[in-house]
């Protein structure tokens, strides 16, 4: 077992989450209390890397923070290093990778709180931010759960973003998805096993958690 | 005083309404689907107009030829409605001060056991709104709504739940207090009785368009005889 590895990923996946929720909480309250048809323009931009394929993201990514584009000599200049190829551009990757599957859950938990209490909390002073804090926050919390472990579960899972722009760097780009990569490359099956045990069972504790404290329970009558 | 010239477009339905309302208590009048509720929204805010304006005691709320529109929250202008939509997270007590987070924790304690009392709801203050009856929630919805000391009530039907006897009692001590903090009220009502007990100015409107304003008996006798000739014909 790479436990560096196994370190890595889940740094990765909490930095990577922490940083999504900071921008999918605003950007959802914007799509759902919003007006303005550049909204669905908006919308369809932070979906997008939900259909792009992860390589292709990756290879965009690689070349636009290398070093042939301002962007990338600019932030060169700025860290002082490239964000390729270091943990840092993982997490912008990830989070740029992720953000459908952190934006989509909060859209449809936001957009099912009554219109009604909305109007209610704006008639009695409630500003964006309390709006979003004191009302959509808890009446969509479940959303809020979902959003995180799915996010969570993405980063944990990526491998061609991670791949493309991360490479495989021991304690700097290695997670586990491209361990379980090398494992089989080596013919180590009994390792990639593990490996991918350990994976899957990450993805299996989240998902109970999440249908644990979203599924209502009881005998649903007719 | 509040005056309005408001021109609103939703879908087939177009509201075109002029009006200056003078008196304490005014009932908008008129049967579903006339624009009551489309005119209340508003003058809330909640809802921007295609054109007009709207002033509140000679201060402009919205004035679309200057870009201005106010927001709900900051028009002096509280709204309660048929559906109380109390914010079900909260406790009732939490509802009611929900508006009052500029004053210091004994002042908003205060203020709500005054605006439960007023309405008539001060053994609710612990209870969650999804425990209350209809008309209690009704009653959470006016004290939550008159907290934060709004200088003009909208009223969209809001005693539906209530009985007669009930209702009349809380209208009373509501306009009693109205008069005294000299807030100025607009009721939107379909029913006749409502519109003639409160002995208020009417505004009559049909199909989003002013059809009459004035003392409640005089426009609605002579809605009653517009009625009536139009049977006979």
Known sequence: ?222 | MLDFSLHARRGSFHLQVECAFASDWTVVFGPSGSGKSTLLRLLAGLDRPTRGRIALDKRALTETAAGLHLPPGRRHTALVAQQPALFPHLSVAANVAYGLRSLDRATRAARVVEMLALAGATNLAGRRPQDLSGGEAQRVALARALAPAPRLLLLDEPFSALDGSASDALLERLQLWLRENRVQAVMATHDVTDALAMGAEVLLLREGRLTALGPAAQVLAAERERISARLKT
């Open chain 1, 1 to 222: 077992m790479d436990w560096q590895a196994f370190a890595l990923s889940l740094r990765l996946a909490t930095v990577t989450t922490a940083i999504l929720l900071a921008i999918a909480v605003p950007l959802a309250a914007l799509l759902v209390l919003g007006r303005g048809r550049w909204l669905a323009a908006l919308e369809a931009l932070a979906t997008l890397p939900m259909v792009l394929p992860p390589t292709v993201l990756g290879f965009f990514l690689l070349v636009l923070l290398g070093p042939r584009t301002a962007v990338g000599r600019g932030i060169t200049a700025l860290l002082g290093h490239p964000l390729a190829f270091s943990f840092n551009g993982l997490v912008v990757g990830s989070v740029i990778y992720s953000l459908p599957f952190a934006v989509q859950p909060l859209v449809a938990g936001f957009a099912s709180v009554d219109s009604s209490l909305v109007d209610a909390a704006r008639l009695l002073g409630a500003g964006p931010v309390r709006l979003v804090s004191s009302i959509l926050i808890p009446l969509a919390r479940r959303s809020l759960l979902a959003a995180i472990v799915l996010s969570f579960l993405h980063t944990i899972g990526e491998f061609g973003v991670v791949l493309m722009l991360g490479g495989d760097i021991p304690g700097s780009t290695r997670t586990l998805s491209i361990v379980l990569y090398d494992q089989v490359e080596n013919f180590d099956y009994a390792a990639a096993n593990r490996t991918a045990a350990i994976l899957l069972g990450m993805s299996v504790v989240a998902l109970a958690l999440i249908y644990s404290k979203t599924q209502k329970h009881g005998v649903r009558r007719a």
